[in-house]
């Protein structure tokens, strides 16, 4: 079971969306299973998309390991199993580091990181966990530690994205593809 809920192959998507899955499929040798969840619901899944995309593939601010800094430490705050394996994947790709994604996932605050990771994380897991107790204080402690104005609205926008996105993913009880378990463990 992939979802608790219908899902759809790429192959009976709209021609737009075909395209797109297609392309993240053709990239990656498969179909992660969000898109054949959200599928079943094309114009969420148009939107979930674009703004994924708006958010995690500008040339500016965050780094690409960055951002999936930031999804996985969002994730692991949430306890999404889908987001913290798909993502954590991502993340040991993009930063070469076959470890960094388990400890940011298990024990963010003991995860070893140089002040400007350590910005990024404990600014997500203040807006992942606490939301109503963000502040001044969270904002000023990413600043100090060099995180530009959109740097930080970057944390921000991306943890807000995947906070919804692991809530959909525990809505359909969305299982990772067996692929993501191995992607970026070992040197090539």
Not at 14 to 19: G, M, Q, T, V
Not at 79 to 98: E, F, M, N, Q, S
Not at 135 to 154: F, Q
């Amino acid at each position: 079971m992939v979802s608790r809920f219908p899902v759809v192959e790429p192959e009976d998507l709209p021609d737009d969306l075909r395209e797109r899955v297609g392309a993240i499929a053709e990239k990656s040798g498969f179909v992660p299973n969000i898109f054949r969840a959200l599928g079943h619901r094309p114009a969420e899944l148009r939107a979930f998309l674009d703004y994924h995309d708006a958010l995690m593939d500008r040339p500016e601010g965050l780094s690409k390991a960055e951002r999936e800094l930031v999804v996985v430490a969002t994730s692991g705050a949430n306890h999404c199993t889908y987001c913290v394996v798909a993502h954590g994947a991502i993340l040991r790709i993009r930063a070469k580091d076959p470890q960094l994604a388990d400890g940011v996932a298990a024990n963010p605050w003991q995860v070893e990181l140089d002040a400007r990771g350590r910005a990024i994380v404990d600014l997500a897991l203040a807006l992942a966990r606490d939301s109503h107790l963000f502040g001044e204080d969270h904002l000023a402690a990413a600043r100090e530690a060099g995180l530009t104005e959109d740097e930080i609205w970057d944390v921000g926008a991306i943890t807000a994205l995947f906070a919804m996105s692991n809530r959909l993913a525990h809505l359909t009880a969305l299982r990772p593809n067996p692929e993501f378990y191995g992607m970026g463990r070992q040197a090539r």
